[in-house]
């Protein structure tokens, strides 16, 4: 199994943290020690979304972390970006490594079948979901538990992340199903104290 180097992924939503800017609260952050960072702003046109992109990636680097951008390949391309994170309809994760190997390419995942299918095209890691509620995910689907979690785990030999209404205590049950790690967008986007939370994360998970 591949070793993504980080425990906990963190999905942005500037409209989250509003009024603080994104880049303030991903610079928090990543200083606090968060290792993996994906720019998830789907309204953003391209240009908008790869000035961000730039500005991410320098905070990014600066603090040893790495960025993945979310289904714009092109975009994670010019911005120099480790990775791009693929909707489970989204473009083949082989065809992404034809374009540059060196990109990590992770895979939005709500099944058996697709985490197969995505780990088969070429994925190095999964994001399996929604574990809990959260409004977030809600249109996927309802919550479909750490008994699925474990299921997706055991049928497939790369990491899989927890994600969907995700906090530090369902963390552990998540971990103990399996779980590589997790991913969360407003646990860290809405929270008072970034640095609290981001510590709140070592310390459940015991790495970032």
């Not at 999905?11 to 994906?38: F, N, S, W, Y």
């Not at 939005?108 to 780990?119: K, M, Y």
């Not at 299921?151 to 399996?178: D, L």
Request: glycine share 10%.
């Amino acid at each position: 199994m591949m070793d993504p180097g980080f425990r906990y992924y963190l999905i942005t939503d500037r409209k989250q943290c509003h009024p603080r800017p994104l880049t303030e609260v991903v610079e928090q952050a990543c200083r606090q020690g968060i290792r993996a960072v994906q720019l998830r702003e789907k309204d953003l046109g391209g240009r908008a979304l790869f000035a961000l992109a730039g500005e991410l990636r320098v905070i990014t680097r600066r603090w040893k972390a790495k960025l993945f951008i979310n289904d714009r390949t092109d975009v994670a391309l010019a911005a120099g970006a480790d990775g791009v994170h693929c909707r489970e309809t989204g473009i083949n994760p082989g065809k992404i490594k034809c374009l540059r190997s060196s990109l990590i390419v992770g895979s939005s995942v709500h099944s058996i079948e697709s985490s197969r299918r995505a780990e088969q095209e070429g994925a190095d890691f999964l994001l399996f979901g929604p574990v809990f509620y959260t409004a977030s995910k809600a249109k996927y689907g309802a919550p479909q538990g750490t008994a699925a979690l474990q299921e997706v785990v055991e049928s497939v030999a790369v990491p899989v992340f927890a994600v969907g209404g995700i906090t530090p205590e369902r963390a552990r049950e998540c971990r103990s199903a399996g779980a590589y790690g997790v991913a969360g967008i407003s646990s860290i986007m809405m929270a008072d104290s970034v640095g609290q939370r981001v510590n709140q994360w070592k310390s459940t998970l015991h790495t970032l």
